[in-house]
């Protein structure tokens, strides 16, 4: 199974990948240069270890996700409430809305959001 736990700089490699693909490695390196003022050889170290995580492809010098956004979303995000809530949606919701206030539609949303959930 692929280890979805991505550190800050792998996901931010992972965002423009998820953008492009399939993009070269070169074009990569372009647009991490230019985005982040990583060199090449910082972002071809991340490719080979990434890959070797099994979240990319990195062959013939082209470079293309093995998972999705959504799915590594998901995954962090589960971590999140897992260690911070002990799973817990509604601990979760009651931290988050402390000090908040939700519009309207922000509510709606959440309610039809949970209705979908339950049925």
Known sequence: M???KLSESEYR?????WEKEPI?????SA????KYD????T???MLKRMGDKGLLLFENKMVRSL????????????????????GSIPDFFAAFLQDRK?????AERIQRMIKEAVE
């Open 2 to 4: 692929t280890d979805m």
């Open 67 to 86: 998972v999705e956004k959504d799915q590594v979303d998901r995954s962090e995000g589960d971590a999140l409430l897992n260690k911070a809530y002990g």
């Open 24 to 28: 070269s490695a070169m074009d990569l």
């Open 102 to 106: 939700l519009t309207q539609e922000e």
């Open 43 to 45: 972002v071809y170290t």
């Open 31 to 34: 647009v991490c240069l230019e």
């Open 38 to 41: 990583w060199k090449k050889s």
């Open 13 to 17: 490699l992972m965002d423009v990948i």
